[in-house]
């Protein structure tokens, strides 16, 4: 299991993933605005997956309903424009939100029955099939 985090350690948890924190997390709120070039690959992939079990390792968000991490791309040649990852830990859902440029509407993806626990085991393993398979 990640160890518990302070809320003020997770600003540099993320910039060790070599991301950009377009603005600073709020502790009442368990949401991540942040920007680099979005690619769904397996790398990107995994990188989320351990900014999300790091942001259910801190301390102050324990009991936090849902988290949310926005990710801007910042390659405007891409079609996706933003990249969604949310997590609610008293529902135990996970959905993806694609939203493209254009005129293209957004699609959601969802998966059901995933604890938290299982999101943090598959970070430490760095198995981040966990988001890329079995959405609806």
Request: proline letters at 5%; hydrophobic letters at 40%; zero cysteines.
């Amino acid at each position: 299991m990640y160890p518990k985090i302070e809320f003020s350690q997770l600003e540099q948890k993320i910039k060790d993933e070599d991301v950009i924190l377009k603005q600073p997390p709020e502790i009442e709120d368990p949401t991540l605005l942040l920007e680099r070039e979005v690619r769904l690959t397996p790398e990107f992939n995994l990188k989320q997956l351990r900014i999300l079990a790091q942001m259910l390792s801190v301390e102050e968000w324990e009991d936090a309903a849902s988290f949310k991490i926005n990710w801007i791309n910042t390659n405007p040649n891409l079609p996706l424009k933003r990249f969604v990852l949310f997590y609610n830990q008293k529902k135990q859902v996970l959905k993806k939100k694609y939203v493209y440029r254009g005129k293209r509407e957004a699609l959601i993806e969802q998966k059901e029955n995933i604890f938290k626990q299982k999101l943090i085991g598959s970070a430490q393993r760095k198995d981040a099939s966990i988001l890329g398979e079995g959405f609806k």
